[in-house]
């Protein structure tokens, strides 16, 4: 599977993955277990948080310690679109589609025809798979890494280029379990049912994938992947005839695999522990496009007055979706099917639940009617955002400002119970329960019950008690975090609640050097300071230089329109000499980071500039 972290400036980012090969323990012949003929584009942006099944294989049972990842990069092969309404400071056009000229992928081998990028990723443990047993394996693209997709406008104007860098951007997502795992809907053409003692308990599906970018009307792209999809027998499969206009709750296939002939089914699936997948919705047509066409993607604006919500399709065009007294809100919760299977709001009433940045699946009544009008919203990604203020003990506060200040919000997020299960430690595999927390730049280092083996809150508000300022017209660089919310947890009956936060990096604006780089300080590594045009203070960034923590650094030059981004490894003594020669006063810098209680920003990653500078 593959999965993403969220961004807000992108509606498309498009890849094709050519091949996956595990890496036996101690050597061999890698192990190829993915290799699609034709590769699909997939549209990285619409799997936030979600997974992406690309196959089910079997694989040499013994231990692997890792993946190549092989993408297609030839001039096309990565496809990106701005969304409709992008955040402050973003570099492109909102709803451009960039030309494939102005986007530059960084680590590419081969020749032109047959571009690719090898991308090798560890695994965080190495991975056994046994006889007879299902494993999982999920490829996490983090599309919010500040080094993946570098935009630099040329001061004095110019043609703005986009650097595409998978390398930093890629890593292993450990699953421990793998009925919580919420999966993107799933497109598929109709193959047979599979009958057990004379009951069709289950169909088998080829995967299918949308045209990226798409066109009108959508085209099915066909793969040579087939699904084994099982009825919900305990709960029910809610299924829709789209050409017909019904809808019924199914406990087997019996009565409707005989009218399956011949379609296109999109399907919204959950895993059990066995591995087997199990519908929860199926919608099915004749046609790919009446299935494919209900908005997929993050919601824009929550229209009250209107009663309706503004979805950003795969195009980077907004979508307004009406709502009505029967529209059913359903919250994606594969971990609990009963809970998955049965709408958890109905009618107008439920936008008061959903804010600007929740990704969304909508299944609209028919979908040549103007405005749409939603059938039901899955709610698959219920995410809350922002800088971070009044911790305590019961709960803490989100502030988010978006361009169209109408989606500012104000959300007080109530932590889970403290009895609630939530997955296990990443390092340890023992199980957490109640809130946790961890920094962007450390996933696997959780604050939990089960690494502090006491309250992990009174620590997460020590971590959120910062603030850094330029002061002037600049003001100051709060603290950021980022939440996906569950609902119905026993701390918020009938409300969301925060399971866990991710301490994000916060932007600072570019800068110049006030003071050059000096080895040693606060962070076990160095520092510098920054000055901001029309702010008052100087800032200092502290970069820690230990092996495994360090700050990530990237020289960023441009010459001749052509961008080269070269790391610097800041726990070698070259890396150090190389930092400390160009971070003199007067260099332009980007520092992304989280601000200290002392005013100082300690850095996750920052760029400097050589050659032709950027002017945001």
């Known amino acids: 599977m593959i999965s993403d972290t969220p961004t807000n400036d992108w509606a498309e980012i498009g890849v094709k993955v050519l091949s996956i090969a595990l890496k036996p323990q101690g050597g061999g012949a890698p192990v190829v277990v993915y290799n699609p003929n034709p590769a699909a584009m997939i549209n990285l942006i619409e799997l936030d948080q979600l997974a992406e099944i690309l196959d089910t294989v079997s694989v040499p049972p013994g231990t692997y310690t890792g993946a190549t990842l092989t993408l297609s990069a030839n001039p096309g092969d990565v496809a990106l679109t701005a969304s409709s309404e992008p955040d402050p400071g973003f570099a492109g056009t909102p709803g451009e589609i960039v030309p494939s000229s102005q986007i530059q992928i960084l680590g590419v081998t081969s020749s032109a025809g047959s571009l690719t990028v090898p991308l090798n990723v560890s695994f965080t443990s190495p991975l056994t798979v046994s006889a007879n047993q299902n494993s999982q394996i999920d490829f996490d693209f983090d599309l919010s890494n500040p080094a993946f997709i570098v935009a630099h406008p040329p001061v004095g104007g110019g043609t703005t280029m986009w650097a595409v860098n998978f390398n930093p951007a890629v890593r292993h997502h450990p699953i421990f379990d793998v009925t919580r795992l919420v999966l993107r809907h799933l497109y598929g053409s109709f193959v047979s049912a599979n009958a057990v003692n004379g009951v069709d308990t289950s169909i088998t599906v080829t995967r299918v994938f949308p045209v990226e970018p798409p066109v009108n009307p959508e085209q099915a792209v066909a793969s040579t992947q087939n699904l084994n999809i099982l009825a919900d027998a305990s709960n029910g499969t809610l299924f829709y005839d789209m050409d017909a206009g019904t809808a019924s709750t199914i406990m087997n296939f019996n009565n409707v695999a005989a009218g399956l002939k011949g379609k296109y089914l999109r399907i919204a699936a959950r895993y059990q522990s066995d591995g087997s997948l199990v519908a929860v919705r199926i919608w099915t047509s004749s046609s790919f496009n009446t299935v494919w066409l209900s908005p997929e993607g993050h919601v824009r604006h929550v229209l009250l007055s209107s009663s309706a919500m503004v979805v950003d399709n795969e195009d980077g065009q907004p979508v307004t979706v009406q709502v009505n007294g029967n529209t059913q809100f359903f919250y994606r919760a594969p971990a609990n099917p009963q809970v998955d299977a049965k709408p958890i709001c109905t009618g107008v009433a439920c936008l008061n639940d959903l804010v600007r940045g929740f990704k969304v699946h909508v299944t609209v009544t028919d979908p040549l009617q103007v405005p749409l009008v939603a059938q039901t919203v899955d709610i698959e990604i219920a995410r809350f955002e922002g800088a971070i203020s009044s911790p305590n003990s019961s709960n803490f506060t989100y502030t988010r400002a978006f361009v169209a200040a109408g989606d500012d919000y104000t959300k007080q997020m109530i932590y889970v119970s403290n009895s609630s299960p939530n997955g296990q430690d990443p390092l340890s595999g023992i199980k957490i329960s109640g809130f946790k927390w961890w920094n962007f730049a450390f996933p696997t280092?959780?604050?939990?019950?089960?690494?502090?083996?006491?309250?992990?809150?009174?620590?997460?508000?020590?971590?959120?008690?910062?603030?850094?300022?330029?002061?002037?017209?600049?003001?100051?660089?709060?603290?950021?975090?980022?939440?996906?919310?569950?609902?119905?947890?026993?701390?918020?009956?009938?409300?969301?609640?925060?399971?866990?936060?991710?301490?994000?990096?916060?932007?600072?604006?570019?800068?110049?050097?006030?003071?050059?780089?000096?080895?040693?300080?606060?962070?076990?590594?160095?520092?510098?300071?920054?000055?901001?045009?029309?702010?008052?203070?100087?800032?200092?960034?502290?970069?820690?230089?230990?092996?495994?923590?360090?700050?990530?650094?990237?020289?960023?030059d441009r010459r001749n329109g052509i961008i080269t981004i070269s790391p610097v490894d800041l726990t070698t003594q070259a890396g150090l000499n190389t930092v400390q020669t160009n971070l003199t006063t007067g260099a332009v810098v980007k520092v992304f980071g989280v601000p200290q209680t002392d005013g100082s920003i300690k850095a996750y990653v920052f760029f400097y500039f050589t050659g032709t500078m950027p002017t945001s």
């Open 445 to 556: 280092l959780v604050d939990s019950n089960a690494t502090q083996n006491d309250d992990p809150i009174p620590q997460f508000i020590a971590a959120t008690g910062g603030s850094a300022t330029f002061g002037g017209s600049v003001g100051p660089v709060p603290v950021f975090g980022a939440t996906f919310a569950t609902w119905n947890d026993p701390a918020n009956p009938a409300g969301w609640a925060a399971p866990w936060t991710i301490l994000e990096p916060a932007p600072a604006p570019l800068a110049t050097v006030a003071t050059g780089w000096v080895t040693g300080g606060t962070s076990n590594g160095g520092s510098f300071t920054i000055a901001a045009a029309g702010g008052t203070n100087h800032i200092t960034v502290d970069a820690s230089i230990v092996s495994g923590s360090a700050a990530l650094v990237y020289q960023v």
